[in-house]
């Protein structure tokens, strides 16, 4: 059974730094594209960031290219989303999102993929 468990969500300060981890189970995160989605109260989940299964790519999206960055701990299975510079716009519920299939190029996002839960972020202006 695939489980992703979100953490690190906080309330923080604008401008500040942090970093939220996804820690997976039943699955290989080196085998798998790994995301992050976010979705802020009233509005749609939306893709934030992604790294391919190989390791060797991620992917922005425009409003937090040069802030966020995405990473992996394979030996640990785990993958990090680090936010700086954050801003009262980036308040929402964070979400770690898994590819299902092994080993294909195809970004995650979809019902059919694996969802953690989420973490909460709330930047206070």
């Known amino acids: 059974q695939v489980q992703l468990v979100e953490s690190g969500g906080t309330l923080v300060q604008a401008g500040d730094s942090l970093t939220l981890a996804c820690a997976a189970s039943g699955l290989t995160i080196s085998s798998h594209t790994m995301g992050w989605f976010r979705q802020a109260p009233a509005q749609e989940r939306m893709f934030i960031a992604a790294i391919h299964w190989s390791g060797s790519r991620d992917y922005y999206t425009q409003s937090v290219k040069g802030r966020f960055t995405i990473s992996r701990d394979t030996a640990n299975n785990t993958v990090f989303l680090q936010m700086k510079d954050l801003r009262a716009e980036d308040t929402a519920v964070y979400y770690c999102?898994?590819?299902?299939?092994?080993?294909?190029?195809?970004?995650?996002?979809?019902?059919?993929?694996?969802w953690g839960k989420g973490t909460p972020v709330t930047v206070s202006s």
């Open positions: 999102v898994a590819g299902s299939r092994a080993f294909v190029d195809t970004m995650p996002g979809t019902d059919s993929d694996y």
